[in-house]
Structures are given as structure tokens and as C-alpha cells.
């Protein structure tokens, strides 16, 4: 089993959707959690981060964490086509600090 | 801004060539990795090194060296390119002794060995 696990879609949704986009991890231990967007040939960029349970809002994004399931989650409200990108998440190992990705989930927001 | 500049955006090499990947960063950041990113498999941590001269083994270092001589900059060696190593390189650094967590990363080298 993966450290972190997402569904890779793709996901295609119309614009002016509410999108979710999820992860699971499996070590309880993990406490900090970030949103990477990548647009198509491009590096990665953070677009949030949370620590701990809980969520967190910056104008249409909220990430939330729900530790007692191990699942975090990126909700994008008001979807526009420039939010078409693969998200990832990840979550620093606390021993080594290196950082765990999951695979990414492609996301298409059709006009 | 934090910048993360990368040598090449697009690479051909042949098979058993000797290959360089160049990363500068120009925030003065303590932290610089190289990952490769390939589809199903997501993004792969090849080294890391949190100082000058520095460097630790990522998941999958096989076939890899790194060097690290200046601060801001980061190289990633392929000593004999082979056709498995087609990916993309990006490279990420981060800011503070041991504090990986917020890394900024380059555009990407989208590299094709034949």
C-alpha cells in the first residue's frame, strides 16, 4: 500500500462546478498536508497547506483534513477553466522530512 | 518570487551518453531535490542535499549523481543514459536548515534518451 493514495481521474467537470479531489494516506503520524496544482509542462506549485485536522479556505479553495479517516481533501467552488491541471497532494515524512506525493489527479473544466 | 530555473526545458541524448542536469535557485534556500515524474507513477524523489557538498540518496538514486559545489546551484548526472531514464527531471528546492516541507519547484527538463 501507498504512504498516499489518489485517484488519478481524469476528471472532467462544467465550469461553475463545485470539484472535490481527495487522497488517503496511511501513517496516523502525518500532520501536515499540501495541494500542488501543475499546470500541463510546467513544475508543480504549492497552492495550500494544513496542519492537522481541519480545514482551511483561500477565496474558492478549502482544504480539509479528517484525521480519524486518514483523508484529506481539496475543494475548488466556482470552477473555471484555468483551474484544468493535476493536483497533488502531499505530506512530509516526519522522520526523514522528505515529502510524500500521491499520484495526482488530472482535472479538465470544460467551458 | 522564488525562482527555480532549469538548463534545458527539452533533452535528446542517446543511449550510454553522459548527461547533465542543471538547477539554479536564486532565494538562497538551504534544501534542493531532484524528482523525476513519469505517468502512473507520480513524482519520484531521485537525491536531495540540505548544504553545500551535501547530498542524500532519494527512493531510486540507481543510475543517478548529484553534485552540489555553490549553494544555488543543484546538478543531477545520468553517467550512461539509458532509454529507461526518459522522464521528466524537476528539480525543488526549499527554504531552512531540515524544513523541506514548502518546496518550489522548476519548470521541468522533459528528457528522452534514444
Known amino acids: 500500500q501507498k504512504e498516499v493514495e489518489q485517484d488519478p481521474g481524469p476528471l472532467s467537470v462544467p465550469e461553475g462546478a463545485i470539484v472535490s479531489l481527495n487522497c488517503t494516506y496511511s501513517?496516523?503520524?502525518?500532520?501536515?498536508f499540501m495541494w500542488y496544482r501543475q499546470y500541463s509542462r510546467k513544475g508543480p506549485e504549492l497552492l495550500m497547506y494544513?496542519?492537522?485536522?481541519g480545514n482551511k479556505e483561500d477565496g474558492r479553495f478549502t482544504a480539509q483534513v479528517d484525521k480519524s479517516s486518514k483523508y484529506i481533501s481539496l475543494f475548488i467552488r466556482d470552477s473555471q477553466p484555468s483551474d484544468s491541471a493535476t493536483y497533488l497532494c502531499?505530506?512530509?515524512?516526519?522522520?526523514?522530512?522528505?515529502?510524500?506525493f500521491g499520484q495526482g489527479t488530472t482535472l479538465q473544466v470544460k467551458p | 518570487d522564488v525562482k527555480v530555473t532549469q538548463s534545458s526545458r527539452y533533452l535528446v541524448k542517446r543511449t550510454g551518453e553522459k548527461v547533465f542536469l542543471e538547477c539554479v535557485q536564486d532565494?538562497?534556500?538551504?534544501?534542493m531535490f531532484w524528482y523525476r515524474q513519469d505517468p502512473g507513477l507520480g513524482l519520484r524523489l531521485i537525491y536531495f542535499?540540505?548544504?553545500?557538498?551535501?547530498?542524500e540518496k532519494g527512493d531510486i538514486p540507481e543510475g543517478y549523481s548529484v553534485s552540489r559545489e555553490k549553494k544555488e546551484r543543484f546538478s543531477l548526472i545520468l553517467e550512461s543514459a539509458s532509454t529507461n531514464q526518459t522522464s521528466m527531471y524537476l528539480c525543488?528546492?526549499?527554504?531552512?536548515?531540515?524544513?523541506?516541507?514548502?518546496?518550489?519547484f522548476g519548470p521541468g527538463t522533459r528528457l528522452t534518451v534514444t
Open positions: 525543488a528546492s526549499s527554504p531552512g536548515t531540515g524544513d523541506f516541507y514548502e518546496q518550489y
Open positions: 501513517n496516523s503520524a502525518f500532520q501536515y
Open positions: 494544513t496542519y492537522s485536522s
Open positions: 502531499a505530506t512530509p515524512d516526519r522522520n526523514t522530512g522528505k515529502l510524500i
Open positions: 532565494m538562497d534556500h538551504e534544501n
Open positions: 542535499s540540505y548544504d553545500v557538498k551535501m547530498k
